[in-house]
């Protein structure tokens, strides 16, 4: 095998490598964009918390 076609097969794996990475965080991305809405609430929820905790020991 000569040294241009192993870089060939490296950089074939790399790119697929690529891709794979790139379709997982893709996929993971779009699944969570139906959770940002409860994800927002949960904060919201949670900083009216801590505004009410902050005004009862003031």
Known sequence: MTQSNR???TLSR???NCLILLGLLLSACVSACSTTEGF???VKHLGGDIEGSAARNK
């Open 40 to 42: 927002g609430n949960d």
């Open 7 to 9: 870089n060939e097969q």
């Open 14 to 16: 790399s790119c697929r």
